[in-house]
């Protein structure tokens, strides 16, 4: 029996981290501030929110496995507004940064370990793989409601 390859494990979660970063910058790219702070309706979130909620929950999810103890507002994420794509793609090149170092710290202990957070507690794997599949959810939501907005923007310029 072979040796579980925790590099290999903390690579690939990486890339796949990265590709969903670069589908983010392609849903951002180019959209004004009332493009990215528009929500198709009431209870809805605009692009801006969802890039913002997801970073910041990829970030907490890979610091919980990694050990590290992170601040978090997650409300203030969905009141989010921006003055541009620019400030999106900073805060996604950021993040992708500072996830990038927080997998390093990622070990076979830390991925077997249970790590309490307040009214959940799983192992670390489990909220590596929740840190994947959370950012894709929201980048499904995102290129929907940036769909939205163009059409809405089309329908109204017709």
Same mark, same amino acid.
Request: avoid cysteine.
């Given at each position: 029996m072979? /040796?579980?390859? %925790? +590099? #290999?494990l903390r690579?690939?979660?990486?890339? *796949?981290?990265? /590709? +969903?970063?670069?589908?983010?910058r392609? !849903?951002?790219?180019?959209?004004d501030?009332?493009?990215?702070?528009? $929500?198709p309706?009431?209870?809805t979130n605009?692009?801006?929110?969802l890039?913002?909620?997801?970073?910041?929950? /990829?970030?907490f999810l890979?610091?919980?496995a =990694?050990g *590290?103890?992170?601040?978090?507002?997650?409300?203030?994420?969905? $009141?989010v507004r921006v003055?541009g794509?620019?400030v999106? !793609? &900073?805060? !996604?090149?950021? %993040?992708?940064a500072?996830?990038?170092?927080?997998? &390093?710290? !990622?070990g076979?202990?830390?991925l =077997?370990m249970?790590?309490e $957070?307040p +009214?959940?507690a799983?192992? +670390? #794997?489990w909220w590596l793989?929740h =840190?994947?599949e959370?950012t894709?959810?929201h980048i499904?939501q =995102?290129e929907l409601?940036r769909?939205?907005?163009?059409?809405?923007a089309?329908v109204k310029?017709?």
């Open positions: 072979s /040796e579980f390859d %925790v +590099g #290999s690579a690939t979660a990486g890339q *796949i981290l990265h /590709e +969903g970063h670069d589908a983010l392609r !849903i951002v790219a180019g959209l501030a009332e493009a990215l702070d528009w $929500r309706g009431p209870d605009s692009v801006a929110a890039v913002a909620h997801s970073l910041e929950a /990829e970030r890979v610091a919980t =990694a *590290i103890d992170v601040q978090r507002d997650r409300e203030a994420q969905f $009141r003055a794509s620019d999106l !793609i &900073a805060l !996604i090149d950021q %993040v992708e500072e996830v990038d170092g927080l997998l &390093a710290h !990622i076979p202990g830390r =077997a249970l790590i $957070r +009214g959940r799983h192992p +670390g #794997s793989l =840190a994947l959370h894709r959810e499904g =995102a409601t769909q939205l907005h163009d059409q809405d089309a310029g017709a």
